[in-house]
């Protein structure tokens, strides 16, 4: 599914052309219809239909970079169905925190201006908005073409392109598209456009492997009787089903998934990008818009890289967003002196205050509630109080740091500004965690070197084995367990298959009788050490939620976990020594 959303200022026709798109009217809230001005997000779908390849845009300036994916094999043909899910926000500067929650997760979005009104205030926020979001695919709409002249209809639009380009730059893909919501023109016009650029996202996305973890920001919560707790918003990458395990932050909480509904059908499963609206189960925390729902991480993700930052305080990198022209003020002068600003990342945000950590452009930003967004999101922020977009800023470090903490960090910093940011993240976890150097570390990093590809890349094991190894995959985490009892006897692998296995490393015993496959064990580590820090105490119910084994599996695993040097027991406590 293709995301699309809608930007501009107020009243210039936003949702007057989702209307006339999609038949819908997302203007739902009574206010919204005693006012006539949209305040919070709105919801739509529209189904089109591929055109045919090498059709193209009426478009200024739109060539696109030569790595599009267009010119790949194409594997959506002409005809091809695209589902867009729609999302309309409020062009009123008041609610600017709303239309930043829906301009998250988009693939391609609408820059609406009126052609009475020209570039306003809030035309060139909202494209700055998206600029930060990094949206890249940005259609012009030159809306209510019907009011004006095509003098000035025409100024309108190349005052608008120039300062467009401006905002996103030379890389992006920009189109103009002149329409009249109220009496259709250029309606299919711009539909053929969306098509366009809605093919070039499929397309895009059918060569690339989903990335394993959704994340989903709540922008919708209610309760249907009966049924139970509704959250809805766009998931963005992995994949969810019936019955998955998803969890809840801030609170780490996991929620069974009871039911999925995208576009207004019940489905088993979805893989994002899509709008869906979640059956959940009932947990000890409410559900709240701005939570972030996230698929369980794989020990894949968790390496060495962050996937999902959940804290009160960050350690941010800052950048400026440039202006449509030269009036705006520099991001740097703003913020160095530091003060209260507001964060926002999808539909969440905070307000707290930011420090400049000595070196542009490093900054502290910490905030009363814990705030959680996926790793490497860029964060948007906004004057305190106000709707004016500062820039943007991405999180390199989660969690609280001394005076002699931050003063080692901005020493690194200092020398590598250019350096990748997940590498940035890395270095200061590596310097703030140093590992330590005694005889339980050394065994643990040697267990971490052993075994952390994920698939053994051994040579081909012989049928016997093969089957051995698969009857334990199947087994999962319910283990195989020697010797078992006469009805489960045939499902069982010879006892010297299982040896040999453990020998080569695919089994690992739990005790002398239990033995799991390495990757499934691996994995229940990673969800038991999940957002764990070295120092902190694991509990046994902490460990048997996470990995859903019972009391009779849990001990041994965790025993497990101790010689391999994850944990340690200190009289009745657990501490983790190290994380994988
Ligand atoms: N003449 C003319 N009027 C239009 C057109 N499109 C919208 N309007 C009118 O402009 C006004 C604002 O339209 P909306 O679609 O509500 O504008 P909006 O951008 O959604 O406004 P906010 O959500 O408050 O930011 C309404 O009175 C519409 O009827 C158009 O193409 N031509
Ligand atoms: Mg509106």
Known sequence: MTILGLAGHVDHGKTALVKALTGIDTDRLPEEKARGMTTDLGFAALRLFAPASGQSITAAGSEGSPSEPAARQNPIQ??????????????????????????????LALLVVAADDGWMEQSENHARVLSAAGISRVILVIAKIDKVSSDRIAAVKTDALSRARAIFGNHARLAAVEVSALLGQGIDELKNSIALEAKRVEIGRSGVTASRTGFLFIDRVFSKPGTGRIACGTLVGGKLALDDQIIQSPGKTPLRIKGIESLGKAVSSISGSARVALNLSKAKNELRR????????????????????????????????????????????VLKKGGEIEVAVGTAWRMGRITPLGKNPWYRFSCTDELAFPAFSPLVLIRHGGAEILGRAWAVYQGKTDRIQRRKIVDILKSRDSVDLSEISSIIRITLFPKPKNETERKSSEVVSVKTPLSHNLEPLEPA?????????????????????ASLAFTMPPRKDMDYLCAKGIAIPLDRHLFIH????????????????????????????????????????????????YIKRDGERRVILTLP
């Not at 990757?519 to 580590?525: P, R």
């Open 78 to 107: 002409e005809g091809f169905p695209l589902d867009i899910g729609v999302i309309d926000v409020p062009g009123h500067e008041r609610y600017i925190r709303n239309m930043v929650a829906g301009a998250w997760s988009l693939d």
């Open 465 to 485: 084995l093969l089957k051995a190894e698969k009857l334990l995959q199947t087994a999962g985490k319910h283990c195989i367990e020697y010797p078992s009892n």
């Open 290 to 333: 701005g939570d972030l729902l996230y698929t369980t991480l794989s020990l894949e993700e968790q390496g060495k890289t962050p996937v999902l930052f959940s804290e009160r305080e960050f350690l941010l990198k800052v950048e400026s967003l440039p202006y449509s022209d030269a009036s705006g003020t520099s991001t740097a002068e």
């Open 518 to 565: 390495r990757e499934i064990y691996l994995e229940l580590i990673a969800a038991t050490l999940y957002l764990k820090r070295p120092g902190e105490s694991l509990e046994i119910s902490e460990a048997k939620e996470r990995t859903g084994f019972s009391r009779k599996f849990v001990l041994p695993f965790l025993n497990r976990m101790e010689r391999d040097g």
